[in-house]
């Protein structure tokens, strides 16, 4: 279904697009592309299906600690504040880049993630095939119900990003539009700017956002831990979405 254009009598629609930045404040470790490795592992042997093909027991035991990394890890100020905004009655959209489970535990309801979930395995050769990781991980040996081995359900180097269009519409139905804790750097997330509706303001909290932010999205240079609980403070007072004076 489509998303629509609030009217006056509905509630103000926030669409977040939230990056890796969110998540690190909560001590999850990201992915660095500078040099090419994620936790002193080549991205090319556990973030791709080739290295899954050529040592998928190297790949999910990789995958094993970044699980136990999400659930010892707590959601920070700024996921309790977006889900406090919700709770005030505002429509509060999240299309995030990760794939821990951390909006939903401050509360958010309504979260899109682009490049899958840490906690859900799914099929080798069904990707409709989807299995909640409610404790442990997966091992080699852990089949789907058509008998292949299971992976874990997130979006490697090289694969499709199946729920772009999905986070389009999301987009295309804000009333104001927040970018967290991403360079706006890794596509297609980046190109979901573009789906705004005319007219509509992006404001990008990051403590680069003056180098990172494109013409003319407002940028406050400041953690999301900090700059986040702020601006949803000023919107809950108002009880409307704005740009404030200090961005």
């Not at 003319?216 to 979405?241: D, F």
Request: neutral net charge.
């Amino acid at each position: 279904m489509s998303q629509q254009r609030s009217s006056r009598q509905d509630p103000p629609h926030l669409v977040v697009l939230s990056g890796a930045g969110i998540s690190a404040e909560s001590g999850i470790q990201t992915f660095r592309a500078s040099d090419g490795l994620w936790e002193n592992h080549a991205v090319r042997d556990v973030a791709t299906p080739e290295g899954f093909k050529r040592d998928p027991a190297l790949v999910l035991r990789f995958y094993d600690q970044r699980r136990r990394q999400v659930r010892k890890a707590k959601p920070n100020s700024a996921h309790q504040a977006l889900a406090a905004l919700e709770q005030e009655g505002f429509r509060v959209s999240i299309v995030t880049q990760n794939i821990d489970d951390l909006h939903e535990r401050a509360g958010s309801r309504h979260v899109l993630h682009l490049h899958g979930e840490i906690l859900m395995a799914r099929s080798s050769v069904d990707e409709r095939l989807r299995y909640p990781l409610t404790k442990g991980g997966i091992a080699l040996g852990d089949l789907c119900d058509k008998g292949s081995q299971l992976r874990p359900d997130v979006v490697w180097f090289g694969e499709a990003v199946p729920y772009y269009m999905d986070a389009c519409e999301i987009v295309a139905g804000a009333d104001l539009l927040l970018v967290v804790g991403t360079s706006l750097a890794v596509m297609p997330a980046a190109m979901l700017l573009e789906c705004t509706p005319p007219g509509i303001d992006t404001l990008l909290v990051d403590p680069q956002a003056k180098q990172l932010a494109p013409y003319g999205v407002t940028a406050i240079s400041k953690p999301a831990g900090q700059g986040v609980p702020e601006l949803v403070s000023l919107w809950r007072r108002e009880k409307r979405l704005w740009v404030p004076d200090f961005a």
